[in-house]
C-alpha cells in the first residue's frame, strides 16, 4: 500500500499505535495562519478519531475558522512507529463530557487515575467541544520496512 491509502489504517503498526496509551499530536493552523501542534487524547472507533477539549480552549476557534488539521501518534524510541493522519475536524459543543472522552480518561490513565481524573475535570469543566477527524490520507513510518521518503520510504 502506498502512503495516503486509508487502509494503512488496517496494517499491525498502525493498529499497535491505535491501541496505545500514546497521546496524539494535533497539527492545526491558529486565526493568523502560524501552525500550532498540542498534545491531545483521542478515541479510534474504528471510522474516525474522537478527540475533545473544553469548550473555552482557544483552539478551537481555528479549528472553526479551518477545520484541516494533520494527527499524529508516535513511538519516541528506535526503530519509530509512527501514524500520520491528514483530514477535517468537525467541532461540535455538548453539555458535560463526551463518552469517549470518559473512556480516554480511563485507557490513558487506568480505572484509579480516570476516577480521580474525570471527578476534577467534571468539576470544573461543564461544556466541551466533541472533535470528529474522519481520516481522508493515512501515512505509517516503521523505520524497517517503511522508511521516510528521504530515506528511500
Do not use: C
Not at 96 to 116: I, N, Q
Not at 123 to 144: A, H, N
Amino acid at each position: 500500500m502506498k502512503q495516503g491509502d486509508l487502509a494503512l489504517l488496517k496494517e499491525p503498526v498502525a493498529q499497535k499505535l491505535l491501541g496505545s496509551a500514546i497521546s496524539a499530536s494535533l497539527a492545526y493552523n491558529w486565526l493568523d495562519g502560524t501552525p500550532r501542534v498540542v498534545p491531545i487524547w483521542f478515541k479510534w472507533n474504528g471510522e474516525e478519531f474522537v478527540l475533545a477539549s473544553g469548550d473555552k480552549a482557544p483552539k478551537l476557534r481555528a479549528l472553526r475558522k479551518n477545520p484541516t488539521v494533520a494527527l499524529t501518534i508516535y513511538e519516541d524510541v528506535w526503530p519509530y512507529k509512527v501514524l500520520l493522519v491528514r483530514g477535517r475536524v468537525s467541532v461540535k459543543d455538548v453539555e458535560g463530557t463526551p463518552p469517549e472522552f470518559d473512556e480516554s480518561a480511563y485507557h490513558y490513565l487506568g480505572k484509579d487515575g480516570g476516577d480521580a481524573f474525570l471527578t476534577f475535570y467534571k468539576s470544573v469543566v461543564k461544556r466541551m467541544s466533541r472533535m470528529t477527524l474522519k481520516p481522508q490520507w493515512v501515512g505509517v513510518l516503521d523505520f524497517e520496512t517503511r522508511m521516510p521518503s528521504v530515506i528511500g520510504g
